[in-house]
């Protein structure tokens, strides 16, 4: 009797911690489709203007099979239309439509990113896109890294407080809590 009762609350709790499909959460629905390996280097390609499956597969140097897959998938969801450009033999170029086009602020983003956080220094092909200048990029850009320091004599003088650059409130906030600790 005992036992049946252990294995019946065994049984609840279980069935409570399985996971519980994501299909009402936007974040999972969007991974489905941009969640594989390469699609969204596929669309920055596409964004960057190469249009033809010669030129994308030469520039991410990926399997020609993962390819056709990868631009399947983003026409069968609606991202990507496919266009001929010629007949025979049939040759197809890939553009974006109005939802494939709306990654381009997510790829910027990534991008960004990836510059900042990720530990490369690679330009991707979203670098070469314009963008509004953002907060960051009207900080003026750091040093580079030396292992050996200017002579005092060779350093130029600091600028005046009110010409020296300030961390932005977040992150002054953040320096302030460590300072504190």
């Known amino acids: 009797m005992r036992a049946d009762r252990h294995a019946r609350l065994l049984m609840t709790t279980m069935a409570a911690s399985e996971p519980q499909p994501l299909t009402d959460n936007p974040i999972a629905r969007s991974m489905e489709i941009l969640g594989e390996r390469w699609t969204l280097l596929i669309v920055a390609e596409i964004l960057a203007g190469h ?6 597969q030469r ?15 983003l026409v069968a969801h609606g991202l990507v239309a496919r266009e001929r450009y010629r ?6 170029e890939y553009h974006l439509t109005t939802a494939g086009r709306a990654l381009r602020p997510v790829i910027l983003e990534l991008s960004r990113w990836g510059r900042r956080y990720g530990g490369g220094q690679e330009p991707s092909p979203a670098s ?4 509004a200048p953002s907060a960051a990029s009207k900080r003026p850009a750091a040093p580079p890294a030396s292992s ?11 600028p005046p407080a009110s010409k020296r650059p300030t961390a932005p409130p977040a992150d002054r906030d953040a320096l302030a809590e460590r300072a504190a600790l």
Request: proline share 10%; charged share 30%; no cysteine.
């Open 51 to 56: 249009h033809r499956f010669g030129q994308i």
């Open 59 to 73: 520039r991410l140097g990926l399997a020609r099979t993962v390819l056709s897959a990868r631009l399947a998938l």
């Open 87 to 92: 007949e025979d033999p049939e040759w197809f």
């Open 148 to 158: 050996k320091r200017p002579a005092a004599s060779k350093r130029p003088a600091a």
């Open 128 to 131: 070469k896109w314009p963008t």
